[in-house]
T-cell receptor, first 113, second 110 residues
């Protein structure tokens, strides 16, 4: 089955700087890659997603890039703010429309004021 | 529009006791899921449902049962709780491929 690895497990960034979180996947058939943000005591919230026919997607300060050849995708957060502090999870599914996602183990992002 | 809701928010059980976690969604989604979240292990799929009256096993189904009698509800049961089932449980629903999560239930088994 699919295996998703996520790095780093923790990341501290000065407020205003950029943060990058990387994930690799094992199954070349994977074609949908969402990112979730989980604040303390809450459920994961979908913040951005990308399909395999697109190399990059941007939504305000958040962007996701996909490299299908290398089988990795990354989350980029620019101009970080204190409210960006959270745990971020990447995920992948092996077939668009497949009902199951495989999640990475999470990155705890801390924004230093 | 409440999205995905979970009941209860917290629960403490003794080993061997049983309980049911309730998940409800008001988005008319066909797909629903139960995950458990443990430190350092991300989210692991317990069971899921692709529609009313259907259930299927996920990655870690042992010790759990589920039922989907109504489209909007997905129940997770623990028949005989064990300390290894101490975890945070999340329900999600989906209009493929996007999944939307509930706020979670923190369960402690002593």
């Amino acid at each position: 089955g699919e295996n998703v690895e996520q790095h780093p497990s923790t990341l501290s960034v000065q407020e205003g700087d950029s943060a990058v979180i990387k994930c690799t996947y094992s199954d070349s058939a994977s074609n949908y890659f969402p990112w979730y943000k989980q604040e303390l005591g809450k459920g994961p919230q979908l913040i951005i997603d990308i399909r395999s026919n697109v190399g990059e997607k941007k939504d305000q300060r958040i962007a996701v890039t996909l490299n299908k050849t290398a089988k990795h995708f990354s989350l980029h957060i620019t101009e970080t703010q204190p409210e960006d502090s959270a745990v971020y999870f990447c995920a992948a599914t092996t077939n668009f429309g497949n009902e199951k996602l495989t999640f990475g183990t999470g990155t705890r992002l801390t924004i230093i004021p | 529009n409440a999205g995905v809701t979970q009941t209860p928010k917290f629960r403490v059980l003794k080993t061997g006791q049983s309980m049911t976690l309730l998940c409800a969604q008001d988005m008319n989604h066909e797909y629903m899921y139960w995950y458990r979240q443990d430190p350092g292990m991300g989210l692991r799929l317990i069971h899921y449902s692709v529609g009313e009256g259907t259930t299927a096993k996920g990655e870690v189904p042992d010790g759990y049962n589920v039922s989907r009698l109504k489209k909007q509800n997905f129940l997770l049961g623990l028949e005989s709780a064990a300390p290894s089932q101490t975890s945070v449980y999340f329900c999600a629903s989906s209009s493929l491929p996007r999944q939307y999560f509930g706020p979670g239930t923190r369960l402690t088994v002593t």
